[in-house]
């Protein structure tokens, strides 16, 4: 897999024109609707380009799901053969896609502030702890110290030195 980067994978076929249920290795819509061109495997393990040509975004239970549509996919039976396969980029596009993320290992989010959705101060990330499922926000508090799973259910959105989080109530008794 040299020159290649897994950047996520097709969950499932959606629908009878084709439509794949992808799921990506970040959750904000901005990088994703960026992408044109991914590759995919075949069943030899080849590398082979697929141009997107729709991204459409559902919302539910404050989660993302990204629907794709490639040219070359145009029924349902062509898409149930992608199932479980995954969409890589060249490895030089894959590090910018995952940095557009604002979570990957980066430490640009080091003294960052945490503000809750009613835009409250809650402290500074102090630390990013590498965690094989996602990164993991240190954070600073007037009351000690916090760990904010870097996941869609907690960080909402990363600007520039700030990080809106929602539900940290359901970490303040961890």
């Known amino acids: 897999m040299q020159g290649f980067t897994q950047i996520g994978y097709i969950v499932q076929s959606h629908g009878l024109n084709g ?9 904000l819509p901005d990088a994703v609707k960026q992408l044109k061109l991914v590759y995919l495997r ?8 697929a141009r997107i040509t729709n991204v459409r975004l559902e919302e539910k239970r404050n989660s993302l799901t990204f629907f794709v549509q490639f040219d070359h996919i145009a029924d349902r039976s062509a898409a149930d053969a992608l ?11 894959a590090e910018a896609f995952i940095k557009s993320s604002g979570l990957g290992d980066d430490d640009s989010l080091i003294d960052c502030e945490i503000r809750n959705e009613e835009d409250t101060y809650i402290g500074m990330v102090t630390e990013i702890m590498d965690n094989p499922a996602h990164p993991i926000l240190v954070v600073a508090t007037t ?23 929602q539900n940290l109530d359901l970490l303040e008794d961890l």
């Open 42 to 49: 075949n069943d030899r393990g080849d590398f082979y380009p």
């Open 19 to 27: 439509e794949l249920n992808v799921s990506f290795e970040t959750q």
């Open 83 to 93: 199932k479980s396969r995954g969409l890589y980029l060249e490895t030089k596009n």
């Open 143 to 165: 009351s000690g110290r916090m760990l904010i799973p870097c996941v869609d259910h907690f960080v909402t959105d990363v600007g520039d030195q700030i990080i809106y989080c």
